[in-house]
């Protein structure tokens, strides 16, 4: 792994701890109480968000890298 990457890794990982730290703020600000049980529920959806969205991204980076996004046929073309 390189630098840039493992700067890259720990920079979202303290952007995210950064929002959360948001949220809870905000919430408790407004007089907003949540048991464990609703954070564990708020992390898991957040968790399954970034997950999806990773997985659409890679999927689309994906297909662009392996020619599943080429036109075949010339007449396809416009113009």
Do not use: C, K, N
Request: charged share 10%.
């Amino acid at each position: 792994m390189t630098r840039t990457t493992l700067f890259a890794i720990i920079t979202a990982l303290g952007v995210l701890v950064l929002a959360g730290a948001g949220v809870y703020m905000m919430w408790s600000q407004l007089g907003v109480t949540m048991s464990v049980h609703g954070w564990i529920a708020y992390g898991l959806g957040a968790l399954a968000s970034i997950a999806l969205s990773v997985g659409l991204f890679w999927l689309v980076f994906h297909s662009s890298r392996s020619g599943q996004d080429d036109i075949d046929r010339p007449e396809d073309l416009d113009g």
